[in-house]
């Protein structure tokens, strides 16, 4: 089991940027997909990006493609969700999850079996 715990959350005008960061630990960080995903109040949890376990294989989320990146950094077991241009509608807490590599699809929620706790980013005005 991945244990991981989500940071960088906060308060943000709109079009400002965040960074989110995700360390995991228990296990060999390489061997997992990572992915983000948000929940905004009222509305179910959704993809945003995941980064599979050789780095090499991102996805996003239309909404975000072009404003966010993922990135992970193994010798540190972290992943990271560089946020830019936020907007008001994108209030949510931002959930970082894994999943081992070649099981299933890195962009489908149903595949991840660890999920850390949350960090809240809210969007203002």
């Known amino acids: 089991q991945v244990h991981l715990v989500e940071s960088g959350g906060g308060l943000v005008q709109a079009g400002g940027s965040l960074r989110l960061s995700c360390a995991a630990s228990?296990?060999?960080?390489?061997?997992?997909?990572m992915g983000w995903f948000r929940q905004a109040p009222g509305k179910e949890r959704e993809f945003v990006a995941a980064?599979?376990?050789?780095?090499?294989?991102?996805h996003y989320t239309r909404s975000v493609t072009g404003r966010f990146t993922i990135s992970r950094d193994d010798p540190k077991n972290t992943v990271y969700l560089q946020m830019k241009n936020l907007k008001l509608e994108e209030t949510a807490g931002y959930y970082c999850?894994?999943?081992?590599?070649?099981?299933?699809?890195?962009?489908?929620?149903?595949?991840?079996?660890?999920w850390g706790q949350g960090t809240q980013v809210t969007v203002s005005s």
């Open positions: 980064i599979g376990g050789s780095s090499d294989n991102t």
């Open positions: 999850a894994a999943k081992l590599v070649g099981r299933g699809s890195i962009a489908l929620q149903r595949e991840y079996g660890s």
């Open positions: 228990g296990v060999t960080f390489s061997h997992y997909d």
